[in-house]
């Protein structure tokens, strides 16, 4: 206390974030009065009023630059080994209980769906400023295909306007080529109006990325 300095660490788990916060901010709190009573009756003794100045500094000692990868990339391994784990086994299983289909096509046709995929991912991207920002979009567009894609709700139960614009989803096109493969057991030449459609969205979206980014650069 000669120089008026002391140094106080405060370690805190918080795997539990509510409780770690709470208690932290309690602790730094007791912390405080405290040398704020002994900072004054210092100055009582000299006869003088004193002030206290506290500098808290926060270290975070797992992820100490706080880098979103660092938290984000061990999650999407949790639902990469879930799809793998969960959604492959499904559909061999329906592989081997209805007509089945080619292999070779599933992986044909689910390259281009990844090269769309990716390409949409990149145009949204180019056109956003922050990581929420691209987030919150694609979050959006996932959402609108998934609910105008066959999945819970039948395109030919749709209106008459829903069901063209369907045609403009991608997600459609690839479900209907999964479905006719694992249950009937479809062969790429009866697939040939789907492979065009597909192709023609992977070259757009993938064509848009790269003139996106070559504005944006």
């Known amino acids: 206390m000669k120089t ?10 918080s795997v539990n974030g509510a409780k770690g916060g709470s208690g932290s901010q309690y602790l730094t709190t007791i912390v405080r009065d405290y040398a704020q009573d002994l900072l004054t009756e210092s100055g009582m003794i000299a006869g003088k009023a004193t002030v206290m100045q506290a500098n ?4 975070n000692r797992f992820n100490p630059h706080l ?3 660092v938290f984000i990339v061990p999650a ?4 990469l080994l879930t799809m793998l784990c969960g959604f492959l086994p499904a559909c061999r299983a329906c592989l081997w209980t209805y007509a089945g289909g080619s292999l070779l096509t599933i992986y044909l046709y689910a390259t281009i769906y990844v090269l769309i995929v990716s390409g949409l991912g990149l145009v949204i991207s180019n056109y956003s400023n922050t990581m929420q920002q691209a987030q ?7 959402v609108i295909l998934i609910l105008m894609s066959g999945l819970f709700f039948p395109v030919n139960s ?3 306007g829903a069901q063209v614009a369907t045609l403009f989803n991608p997600l459609r096109h690839f479900m209907e080529v999964m479905r006719a493969v694992y249950l009937k057991g479809s062969s790429m030449s009866e697939l040939m109006p789907q492979f065009f459609a597909l192709c023609g969205f992977a070259a757009v979206f993938d064509g848009w990325a790269v003139i996106s980014y070559k504005k944006s650069n």
Do not use: E, T
């Open 4 to 13: 008026g300095v002391a140094r106080v660490m405060i370690s805190v788990n």
């Open 136 to 142: 919150f979009v694609i979050a959006f567009f996932i």
């Open 67 to 69: 880098d979103y990868k």
């Open 158 to 160: 749709m209106p008459h």
């Open 56 to 59: 808290i500094v926060q270290y």
């Open 76 to 79: 999407l391994m949790v639902m």
